[in-house]
């Protein structure tokens, strides 16, 4: 399905195209976009930290005392470390192995919604859908309402046809989206 910029209407005629096949960074840059917009994401963050706090303070006052610090606090503490080093990753990596099996996406954002075309699949996505949005240096990340954020679109900067779109489509989005 070719969606060029003929085939695509559009009341106002402002269309943007995204061309990309979906990379692990991607996906981490959205998933930290996500922390700072959901409410889940931002407990995980500070009961992972109360952790890591908590268990280097019995560690330390284990080793003031003269004794061994009880391994359950040391597995503890590698486990909270791993989470708030390790986890994005995993979490970006395994959802780019997801998208990599529906190949190239063909995003074409208008005055209307968003549309992503991949291989295999299409979607449309009215602005009510996802209402609020972030900008990075990376890219432009779509939320659902809810205070999880439990879906979102991405939109890489990498993936515009023409530098000029992302004034474009930041423009588009601000028309139909909250900023956040």
Known sequence: MDLGRDDVTDVTGRVVELVYRPTAEDFLAALRAR????????????????????????????????????????????L????????PRLVARQFQRLAERRGEFRVTVTDTGVSVVTDDASNSLNWSVQPRYRETADGF????????????????????QDPADVDRLRAILDAHLARI
């Open 35 to 78: 922390k700072r917009v959901s409410r889940s994401a931002r407990r995980l963050r500070w009961m992972v930290g109360a952790v890591f706090v908590l268990g280097a303070l019995v560690v330390a006052t284990s080793l003031q005392r003269g004794e061994s610090p009880p391994v359950p606090m040391l597995v503890t503490i590698v």
């Open 141 to 160: 990340y779509m939320f659902s309402p809810e205070k999880n954020a439990c879906s979102f679109t991405s939109l890489p900067k990498r993936a515009v």
């Open 80 to 87: 909270a470390a791993f989470l708030l080093v390790f986890q």
